[in-house]
Each structure stands twice: as C-alpha cells, then as structure tokens.
C-alpha cells in the first residue's frame, strides 16, 4: 500500500526554523514530483513548494527565500527546510506526491505547524 508519512511539525517562535519531513512507501519514489502544501482552518489546501524527479523546484512567492525543498531517493523522503517562520504560517503541512503520467496522486495525513511567541 501507498503510504506518505510526515514529521516534525511543531510549535516554533516566529523567526525560528523547523524542518519538515515526508517518507513514502509503495511508491517509485524516484519517478514522483514530490511536493508540500498547507492548509488553515476555512481556506483552500496551497501549494508551499514541489520538486520534481529531475530536482526542478518550485515555490509559492510567500516563501521563497524562507524555505527550501528537496529530496533524497535513497531515503524515499523529501523534506522542507523552514527559516525566519512567521504566524502566518500555521497551517497544517502535507506531503504529496504525483506520478510522472500524473495520473497518480497521493497526500499524507499532515504536521501540524504552529508559530506563536
């Protein structure tokens, strides 16, 4: 079975860093466009970041140079590398992952982020 499992969300002060991981089973993780998205009480699931299996990245504009994407495929896990965090980004973080046809598409459960003083 498909499994995308992610940790290291927690409760961090605004400014401070947290790095967020993702480790995928069941997949050919090699072949998938990896990627983050957040989500906040009331609004839509956003894309953060994604990586592609030829290490393209891509970012949404509220983060770029704050947070980094990448990904190991030895490990199956991509992570994200979060700096100088801000309250405005609590949300709950997922790892997703696309297939190379992109017919297939797969999220984790989410790690809660949390940034208050």
């Known amino acids: 079975q498909v499994q995308l499992v992610e940790s290291g969300g927690g409760l961090v002060q605004p400014g401070g860093s947290l790095t967020l991981s993702c480790r995928a089973s069941?997949?050919?993780?090699?072949?998938?466009?990896m990627g983050w998205y957040r989500q906040v009480p009331g609004k839509q699931r956003e894309l953060v970041a994604n990586?592609?299996?030829?290490?393209?990245?891509n970012y949404a504009d509220f983060v770029k140079g704050r947070f980094a994407i990448f990904r190991v495929n030895a490990e199956s896990a991509t992570y994200l590398r979060m700096t100088s965090l801000k309250p405005e980004d609590t949300a709950v973080y997922y790892c997703?992952?696309?297939?190379?046809?992109?017919?297939?598409?797969?999220w984790g459960q989410g790690t809660h982020v949390t940034v208050s003083s």
């Open positions: 997703n992952g696309v297939s190379e046809s992109g017919n297939l598409n797969f």
């Open positions: 990586i592609t299996s030829t290490y393209t990245k």
């Open positions: 069941g997949i050919s993780f090699s072949d998938y466009m």
